[in-house]
């Protein structure tokens, strides 16, 4: 069983940046890939980015330009730069892996955004 853990969330103003990461408890390189899903405020289950092991790399419209995904396979951490944060991207935010696919077969706690004057 793999263990999850993101942190960095908290709370920015709009045009702010905050990285967030995803620490697991095993190899993140055994997953076919890992994933940032949010909840948002309204309870909304929004679709964020993947990263595949081989580097295969895929974000929602409504982030592209704004978030980076990255991993680092030998610290067994997902990254998530987030940079001209909006209200509107504030959300809970889950990592995921996938073993086989880019449908999560693992999830982490969550943390906190909150993008706000």
């Known amino acids: 069983q793999v263990q999850l853990v993101e942190s960095g969330g908290g709370l920015v103003q709009p045009g702010g940046s905050l990285r967030l990461s995803c620490a697991a408890s095993?190899?993140?390189?055994?997953?076919?890939?890992m994933v940032w899903y949010r909840h948002t405020p309204d309870e909304t289950r929004e679709f964020v980015a993947f990263?595949?092991?081989?580097?295969?790399?895929n974000y929602a419209d409504n982030v592209k330009g704004r978030f980076t995904i990255s991993r680092d396979n030998a610290q067994n951490r997902m990254y998530l730069q987030m940079n001209s944060l909006k209200p509107e991207d504030t959300a809970v935010y889950y990592c995921?892996?996938?073993?086989?696919?880019?449908?999560?077969?693992?999830w982490g706690q969550g943390t906190q955004v909150t993008v706000s004057t």
């Open positions: 095993g190899s993140i390189s055994s997953f076919y890939a």
């Open positions: 995921g892996a996938g073993r086989y696919s880019i449908q999560a077969d693992y």
């Open positions: 990263i595949t092991r081989n580097n295969m790399i």
